[in-house]
């Protein structure tokens, strides 16, 4: 088994806790978090836009548990970090623990610096050492029925693709803090939108072109993008942000048109992609498979293969930063 030890207890480092315990081939030895005592009423009142299951109080409360990262470097034997803290943090922590020789899946955004994120895929390399960002939409289902139908022209040629991602403004856990200092997360565009404007990177790579509006809100001034992309053959929409109140349900899916037909996926109509030509509509149904749990069991594959991940690299999440500030030009 890997030994892995997760810093930051917030959503996302729920969700990597919990799809560690789900992973045979995976031990959670540590949780680094600056709030430790604050543990078991994060596990009663979880955090974040919507669910992503539940974790067994009686397994957390067997992991050790440190303030920071270097108490458990001191103490721990591991081999890799996922490191789920804010923005902000990620250079300093990923740094510290690729310094320390081990192995790193970084929530994404990779980092708000560039020239940060070079540094990083640097000593990565120079420590031969595993560095993967947690690009998780290129690991959900409906995302990759989306790719099939792309690649495979199984409704024809791809003409139109409109992407959407709306959350309410966070205001839970360290949220709240980050009201104070505004713009340090990267706001909805390198927090929220970057989920699309990566996978987008991934299908086609970089647009011809990048046409894009944005509005401010309580975390930037960018909390709220409208971007056209254009390619040579067809054009691209993308559209969100997190503007709306904190109670505003999140949503996100995709409509494509192709040459013969036309798909629709929600995640208020989570398990189904529609598809419709001009005579029916026809309700597909999707793989159940997590998409958190793929991407924690791809970035374990690479632990165990000691090889890179060639199916979601550093360079190519960098890449996905420099597309963010694309729309803000």
């Known amino acids: ?128 050492l595993i560095l993967m960002v947690a690009h998780v939409l290129r690991f959900m289902p409906p995302y990759l029925k989306l790719r099939s139908c792309i690649e495979k022209e199984e409704f024809g040629n791809l ?49 011809i072109q990048i046409q894009s509006k944005y509005l401010p809100g309580r975390l930037s001034v960018h909390d709220y993008i409208s971007a056209w992309w254009d390619y040579p053959d067809f054009k691209v929409k993308v559209e969100g942000g997190n503007t709306f109140h904190s109670s505003f349900p999140f949503q996100a899916g995709f409509m494509a048109e192709f040459n013969k037909a036309s798909i629709l996926y929600s995640t208020n109509d989570p398990d189904y992609i529609q598809v419709s030509n001009h005579e029916e509509n026809e309700r597909i149904e999707l793989d159940l498979e997590d998409g958190f749990y793929n991407e924690i069991d791809y970035f374990k594959e690479c632990l165990v293969n000691n090889s890179k991940p060639e199916y979601c690299t550093p360079e190519s999440a960098l890449d996905s930063i420099a597309l963010c500030y694309q729309h803000l030009t």
């Open 1 to 128: 088994m890997k030994k892995v030890a997760v810093v930051g207890f917030g959503f996302m480092g729920m969700t990597h806790s919990l799809n560690i315990f789900k992973n045979q081939d995976l031990e959670l030895v540590a949780i680094i978090d600056k709030d430790i005592e604050s543990i078991e009423q994060k596990l009663k009142q979880p955090e974040g836009n919507f669910s992503t299951g539940e974790i067994d109080p009686d397994k957390i409360q067997k992991v050790n548990k440190y303030h920071s990262l270097t108490d458990c470097i001191d103490n721990e034997d591991f081999d890799a970090v996922h490191v789920c803290v804010h923005t902000d943090q990620h250079y300093q922590i990923t740094k510290e623990a690729l310094q320390a020789g081990k192995h790193v899946l970084l929530e994404k955004p990779f980092s708000l610096d560039i020239n940060e994120c070079r540094e990083l895929i640097g000593l990565s390399h120079e420590k031969d």
């Open 159 to 207: 003409k139109f693709l409109s992407m959407t991602r709306f959350s309410g403004v966070p205001l839970w856990g360290q949220w709240v803090q980050k009201q104070s200092s505004y713009g340090s997360s990267g706001g909805a565009l390198f927090d929220l939108l970057i989920h699309d404007i990566d996978y987008l990177n991934y299908l086609f790579g970089k647009p």
